[in-house]
């Protein structure tokens, strides 16, 4: 039995620790947004520090040796052991950085970051490729001391996605290439459907005009959540009501800020619905990456791209730019934001060919740690990628090897996520479609009624249990592939009439 004493303890340092992580989070969120680059080496610097002490208080000996103690003392609550566990999970695998090997880590992290960024506006992968190689071999470095007998890049997939492997991604990836490259094919020779109207002319402060009222159809309130402009769009959060996302608009393409609103919509939703007794801990976070993903893809494909949603939505886009769209149906306008066609840039790919923007960054990464890539000539390995898996090639690095930012701070095992994350939504919305109309909810403008089902089934539980528990819960049955593969051939054998 623990003592009162050593659980108030506890709860004093849980406090500590979400007010340092809501100090990063701002900060990280800000450089990302809105503060002037002139004073990014002295935020930098203390960025460091403030992660360094964060670090310092997550791995206090006297805390670690508390929550091995919590994780299984069978008189607490299931909630507080199963936030034990994942605290002391992830404290043993930074436990054994050594300090300033952290801090040096974190403050190449931040120059890789504005390296890449300096790389992508000049067009030039040689400015970004030295970061890169440090932050492999830092990444290297963290994770040799953690004496594991796996893998390395197996350990890299295992912390995005616990349970997750090489083994078992190449086995997904071939079930996406066996049935996905076929079909890919099939479409790319199909007789195309028009979507040249999404790349007119749209001015960009009458895109944000209608982005506000899409923002209130998804009941992305300005009480919990706020929406900022960045290059690459993510979302961060502090706590269930103060989420933070953001969006990239094009004056040529009007779907693109669109959807990533609602794929990043997606993922603030996920956090805001989390029960509110989770707050200020762990378990107020999603469980992994995929499930994270398969939230945001759920609200960007499963939902945002089906002519439901549209019914409510397309009049008021359409009111907006009558010159454009005014000759446009509805129909029209939902067959043209589900083209699938050959493309170079994955935030933009449509949700057939994104799959395989996702195998060529797993094939990279397998192959920048077993040895058999290298980050010389690297932005040549991947055009001959994109040339072997979608039949193009990049013409400058910025729309090639420079476009995500996501190997500057080093997340590696990160990308396959996306696309393990798209396979559990078909499924989630399968059964979702069994419980529910979801498209008169849709159509009838009430999308809280899919959110709620959501809450009900997924968000609510945060990371109480892990992924595989989480889609028994929701959908009776355990994780199966072949629901994405179906819907995939479904929708697209329907919209390009395939035999
Ligand atoms: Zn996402």
């Not at 979400?18 to 610097?45: C, F, Q, W």
């Not at 295992?158 to 083994?167: F, H, K, L, Q, S």
């Not at 506000?212 to 769009?233: I, V």
């Not at 499963?302 to 939505?313: H, I, M, P, S, V």
């Amino acid at each position: 039995m623990i003592s009162q004493k050593k659980l108030q303890k506890y709860q004093d340092w849980l406090f500590r620790v979400s007010a340092y992580n809501m100090a990063l989070s701002i900060i990280m969120t800000d450089k990302m947004t809105v503060a002037p680059v002139g004073g990014g080496e002295y935020r930098d610097a203390r960025t460091a520090y403030l992660s360094g002490e964060l670090f310092s208080i997550i791995t206090d000996p006297e805390i670690v040796e508390l929550l091995k103690e919590m994780k299984d003392d069978e008189d607490l609550d299931g909630d507080t052991r199963r936030a034990a566990y994942l605290y002391y999970k992830d404290a043993m695998s930074t436990l054994c950085i050594p300090k300033d090997e952290y801090v040096k880590a974190q403050e190449l992290f931040s120059k890789s970051y504005d390296a890449w960024l300096e790389a992508k506006t000049k067009n030039d992968y040689s400015i970004f490729e030295p970061y890169l190689k440090q932050v492999i071999e830092i990444r290297r470095q963290q994770y040799s001391y953690r004496n594991s007998d796996m893998d390395l890049y197996d350990q890299m997939l295992d912390d995005y996605e616990p349970g997750m492997n090489r083994e078992k991604y190449d086995a997904f990836f071939e079930a996406l290439k066996t049935r996905l490259v076929p079909l890919i094919e099939k479409v790319c020779n199909a007789e195309p459907v028009e979507d040249s109207f999404l790349y007119l002319d749209y001015d960009i402060e009458e895109q944000k005009r209608f982005s506000s009222e899409l923002l209130e159809y998804l009941h992305f309130d300005a009480d919990w959540g706020y929406q900022n402009e960045t290059e690459h769009p993510f979302t961060n959060w502090v706590c269930e009501n103060d989420c933070r996302t953001t969006t990239k608009y094009l004056k040529n393409n009007v779907a693109s800020a669109i959807l990533s609103t609602v794929h990043e919509v997606g993922h603030a939703t996920y956090e805001h619905d989390c029960d509110d007794r989770y707050d200020g801990m762990i378990l107020s976070e999603g469980i992994s990456s995929g499930m994270h993903e398969s939230q945001s893809r759920l609200f960007e494909n499963y939902l945002g791209r089906t002519k439901a949603f549209w019914e409510y939505l397309y009049p008021r886009l359409a009111a907006h730019f009558p010159e454009q769209l005014g000759n446009v149906s509805v129909d029209q306008f939902v067959n043209a934001i589900n083209v699938a066609k050959r493309s170079l840039i994955r935030t933009e790919a449509d949700e057939l060919t994104y799959p395989m923007h996702i195998l060529i960054r797993y094939e990279i990464e397998k192959g920048l740690f077993d040895g058999s890539i290298s980050t010389e000539g690297l932005d040549e390995t991947w055009d001959a990628m994109y040339e072997k898996y979608l039949g193009i090639k990049a013409d400058k690095a910025s729309e090639g090897i420079l476009q995500d930012v996501h190997w500057s701070d080093g997340s590696f095992g990160y990308f396959p996520t996306y696309a393990l994350g798209s396979a559990f939504s078909a499924q989630f919305v399968k059964k979702m479609r069994e419980e529910m109309d979801v498209d008169e909810a849709l159509r009838s403008g009430h999308f809280e009624k899919c959110v709620a089902w959501l809450k009900e089934h997924i968000h609510r539980y945060g990371c109480r249990y892990d992924a595989p528990e989480i889609m028994r819960i929701a959908t009776g049955s355990d994780f199966d592939v072949n629901n994405y593969l179906d819907y995939l051939e479904e929708k697209y054998t329907n919209l390009y009439h395939l035999k």
